[in-house]
């Protein structure tokens, strides 16, 4: 079982950055794919990044593409969002989430296993 906990959400200035970063403990991280989703008031939770086991696969949605990147360092225990060029329209909480299976390019939210409680990102403009 993987316990995961984000850390890095705040506020920001829309055209700012902010880093996110998810930890996670319990079982050999380098076992799971990850991913970040995000959920803003009143709206279902979306994908947002998703990256393989290795590092090596990443996946993003439309939204994401081109401003954010994901990534894992698994000697760490970690994986991390790099958010640039931020909108109002991302703020949201975010989450970080793990799954035992191979990660695919628009996963949904019931396909990871374990979840992180979320931080919250509020972008003004």
């Known amino acids: 079982q993987a316990q995961l906990v984000e850390s890095g959400g705040g506020l920001v200035q829309a055209g700012g950055s902010l880093r996110l970063s998810c930890a996670a403990s319990g079982r050999t991280f380098s076992s799971y794919s990850m991913g970040w989703f995000r959920q803003a008031p009143g709206k279902e939770r979306e994908f947002v990044a998703g990256?393989?086991?290795?590092?090596?696969?990443?996946y993003y949605a439309d939204s994401a593409k081109g401003r954010f990147t994901i990534s894992r360092d698994n000697a760490k225990n970690t994986v991390t969002l790099q958010m640039n060029s931020l909108k109002s329209e991302d703020t949201a909480v975010y989450s970080c989430?793990?799954?035992?299976?191979?990660?695919?390019?628009?996963?949904?939210?019931?396909?990871?296993?374990?979840w992180g409680q979320g931080t919250q990102v509020t972008v003004s403009s």
């Open positions: 989430a793990a799954r035992l299976t191979t990660t695919s390019a628009k996963p949904r939210a019931s396909e990871y296993d374990y």
């Open positions: 990256i393989s086991r290795s590092g090596v696969m990443k």
